[in-house]
T-cell receptor, first 109, second 114 residues
């Protein structure tokens, strides 16, 4: 089976940098993705890593280490609108996608 | 217009009733998924379909069934609804030609079973 672990809540200050970690267990691995979900909304895709290293998209970056079964999402120059839940998701055997429980990020002034 | 639509957006029903949630997409994607979301439990996969003739169970398929009527339509049915099926349900699509991992979600259906 597949499982993921990520912190349930994180609080950070506006303008700061925050890192949300994700560890996973899976049989077969295709990639690790990150999604953002605002309260009352649908998840939206942020980033995807299939290979080790850092992927950068604007203020957001995502990192993957396949040997450590670990990844993180880095949010820079935090804004109040970044307050949301962030989910990591692993694509494993049979290309089946499993989501983590989500990390609720609160950005404070 | 939204690429992935779900109907209804909200539904209240009683225990034992049969209910169908519908999902339509205009993205032309072959792959479609149904998830349920509960507080503290994240998104859990109910069923997924890689094309019209390929339907697979997810991690929590008991009590649910699906129908892939066409490439663009994927319906989720609760044959006899029970209160612990009260949840937020999302449909999603993906395109393996681009990225298996990029899923596009519908707006969700909030289901309450009394």
């Amino acid at each position: 089976g597949q499982s993921l672990e990520q912190p349930s809540e994180v609080t950070a200050v506006e303008g700061a940098i925050v890192q949300i970690n994700c560890t996973y267990q899976t049989s077969g691995f295709y990639g690790l993705s990150w999604y953002q979900q605002h309260d009352g909304g649908a998840p939206t895709f942020l980033s995807y890593n299939a290979l080790d290293g850092l992927e950068e998209t604007g203020r957001f970056s995502s990192f993957l280490s396949r040997s450590d079964s670990y990844g993180y999402l880095l949010l820079q120059e935090l804004q109040m609108k970044d307050s949301a839940s962030y989910f990591c998701a692993v694509t494993g055997g049979y290309q089946k996608v499993t989501f983590g429980i989500g990390t609720k990020l609160q950005v404070i002034p | 217009d939204a690429d992935v639509t779900q109907t209804p957006r909200n539904r209240i029903t009683k225990t034992g009733k049969r209910i169908m949630l519908e999902c339509s997409q205009t993205k032309g994607h072959d792959r479609m998924y149904w998830y349920r979301q509960d507080p503290g439990l994240g998104l859990r996969l109910i069923y997924y379909s890689f094309d019209v003739k390929d339907i697979n169970k997810g991690e929590i398929s008991d009590g649910y069934s699906v129908s892939r009527q066409a490439q663009a339509k994927f319906s989720l049915s609760l044959e006899s609804a029970i209160p612990n099926q009260t949840a937020l349900y999302f449909c999603a699509t993906s395109d393996p030609a681009v990225s298996t991992d990029t899923q596009y979600f519908g707006p969700g259906t909030r289901l309450t079973v009394l």
